[in-house]
Nanobody
């Protein structure tokens, strides 16, 4: 059974940083794309970033490019999202996802989400 467990969310002031983690288990993810999405209150879920487990190619939404960095640790089966220069508009529940297609949609597995709140 695939499990994706996010952690690292919290409350931070504008301009600050947070690092989200997504621990993946239950199968071999070497052929998967791992993604981060977010959903703010009253808004649709949106793509944030993705990384191909094999090869490490990365993809970013324009809104986070240059501020967020996605990475993976193969030994720990964990994907990270380093978020810098955070803005109040980054406030959302952040979800980790895994899929064979990606990078901006078509994911098969989802985590439970972690709340990120950025105060002004």
């Amino acid at each position: 059974q695939v499990q994706l467990v996010e952690s690292g969310g919290g409350l931070v002031q504008a301009g600050g940083s947070l690092r989200l983690s997504c621990a993946a288990s239950g199968r071999t993810f070497s052929r998967f794309v791992m993604g981060w999405f977010r959903q703010a209150p009253g808004k649709e879920r949106e793509f944030v970033a993705a990384i191909r487990w094999s090869g490490g190619s990365t993809y970013y939404a324009d809104s986070v490019k240059g501020r967020f960095v996605i990475s993976r640790d193969n030994a720990k089966n964990t994907v990270y999202l380093q978020m810098n220069s955070l803005k109040p508009e980054d406030t959302a529940v952040y979800y980790c996802a895994a899929g064979l297609k990606g990078p901006t949609n078509e994911y098969d597995y989802w985590g439970q989400g972690t709340q990120v709140t950025v105060s002004s």
